[in-house]
């Protein structure tokens, strides 16, 4: 090729392993003597339209590691989802630069611009080479297996609810953990696998996948609470009626609490305080504590899978050995091949773009409050070595003194 | 002494370590001929008065280093705060059973009720040894240095605050992120460790410490947003104004939000709901974001500095020696020696019951919204080893093309 330039760029939300395929595709690229200039551009397509290009030629190997190891986009993302024209906008600043290779990073929007980029290049018989790098922590890209970004996400969801189950034993009440996934279920399943013993939190689990009903809610807390005197609840932002209106509004409306009319459902509390005070109410429960987990979850430094890490890396690196020895353009997709190993495989990019994966229903219990053990099996490989894990006490009861026995 | 029977219980919020000083207590105490017998209460004073005690003699020592590791009160903690007459039952149960050494876990609260159980036992001429171990994640005892679980509870919100301000710098706009602490700021001011560049939020800090205006919040929001396109705000559960109210119960007032006047004010999202929303209107700032690390930051298991665990082991292990080898009943604390050593002391229980210590002057800056050098040197050695660290590109920018150079 001509110009031996690459560009590449990070879109959609942070994860805590993004930087391991920006660092993949830059320390792959930069061993090939044909590519002559690896370009970064700042926040996503944004700065591809803007021009804003930063030289990663020009970067050590060693600072690129320490950044791998970074959560968080180091290029800065974007929320922008091209439009047709705004993808001829991105195509003409690739070609006023020469870019040869296009390789961006994100989920499955940025797979479909990817997509609309590759086409506008084959209409104008350019020749660009287009990939796509999975990354998103609701694991929703179809055609893979997971997405990277999900496991380091899924093991902070993990171990938050096996902390949040020690808190609420040691004061018991019930507890509302409200989890990211707007439409895939995925990470607030993962609350599941901070499961140890039996009658441990998360008691109940809503999935975007199932219609929620509040009175089943209610009515499913109350039992777990007169069971055990406590309940653990793990709960999706996305969770709606139905009709598909989000219950944080219909919620909001009921209870003419017009606070939340004009508060933004995602990114606040809202939801887990509206059920709260459900439970409160209705179920007469004292102790009713609502945590909404929030941006912790995907970049929180420090709680990242070893196995999310390798392979974030590795589909940048293979990104980079499919536009060199490939013919097409593509999206890379992760494959389970073992208990557990994967493999990578170049898909079309219409076979990922723009289409949301949501939980099999393998995945999903009878009830459709818990996962089942197929999920367990496929879930536990991916959070990564050195998991904590907690005990509890095993205690012999002290007969009474003054009162009578229990 | 005639039984040789100790009980134990642990009170109050749970820590990370609150475990280890259980451990420590019941593997010390079973080193000891003397000592026939370790109870356990559940749930705090609350399974005293029940005579709800479990025997701590009959676990195997094994079980006991897992359970130090596992965060939150094994034992189960309770809210309760005894007054004379509940202190009098406890009394009356442990003279029952025959206690002569009574340990209780908990912060300032707790060590008041050993303080009047000591004062009933005095009274009544019955020997007992009644020691107050520390354990708070407000690091809000007076007479000690800090306070066991503070410094993991501190590692959580640093790294958190790390995290937020790498997402944040990816996605630009404001963050809000209510770190717990109702009376002492030590635990937001944590979030000033997270910081390493000097752009790096938190870039505005506010604790109880001071009171909280409005006016200047959006004033400083503002100028930091125009300086540097982003605010992230470490902003305490417990900031109030002037005159004591609470700003959460002001904003919803102010807001005519009725939503929150009937939520509850801790333990909610509503604090950093009401903050997002005036910035949005007030600023018009369109990217505004509000997370409450509400129950994770307490008892997320994996995030646990290993300073914490060693010293809430030895505090246990220490009230131990103090019963057994001391005249005199009291509160273990914790003396800094060195950069960084500690060691231990047993000081009278009225000069740490009851009371609250807050931010030293010499911790906060002039400006009221970040912390001193001071601050982040007292800090620092109490998070542990092995804290993750964040880094970033420095790139080389590339000269645009289409465009006029910016």
Known sequence: MASGKILVAQGGGPTAVVNQSLAGVVLEARRHHGITRVYGARHGVRGIVDEDFVDLTQETSHNLELVAHTPASALGSTRDKPDLKYCQEIFKVLQAHGIEHFFYIGG??????????????????????????????????????????????????????????????????????????????????????????????????????????LERFLADVKATHERLGRCVVALSEGIHDGSGTPIAAQLAKDLEHDAHGNVQLSGSGALADLLCEEVKTKLKIKRVRGDTFGYLQRSFVGCVSDVDQREAREVGEKAVQYALWGERDGSVTIERTGFYSVD???????????????????????????VTDAFRLYLRPLLGSGMPDAYRLRPAPVPRVLRPQP
């Open 108 to 213: 499955n929007d940025s797979a479909d611009t990817v997509r609309i980029v590759a086409d506008e290049a084959r209409a104008a018989g350019y020749p660009l080479r287009s990939i796509h790098i999975p990354k998103t922590i609701d694991n929703d890209l179809v055609g893979n297996d997971h997405t990277p970004g999900f496991p380091s996400a899924a093991r902070f969801v993990a171990l938050a609810f096996a902390g949040a189950n020690l808190d609420n034993a040691a004061l018991p009440g019930v507890y509302v953990g409200v989890v990211m996934g707007r439409h895939a279920g995925f990470l607030t399943a993962a609350s599941a696998l901070g499961k140890k013993f039996d009658d441990d939190g998360p008691h109940l689990i809503y999935l975007p996948e199932r219609a929620f009903v």
């Open 344 to 370: 990578y495989r170049l898909r079309a990019l219409a076979e990922v773009a723009g289409k949301t994966r949501t939980m099999d229903a393998a995945f999903v219990s009878a009830s459709g409050t818990d």
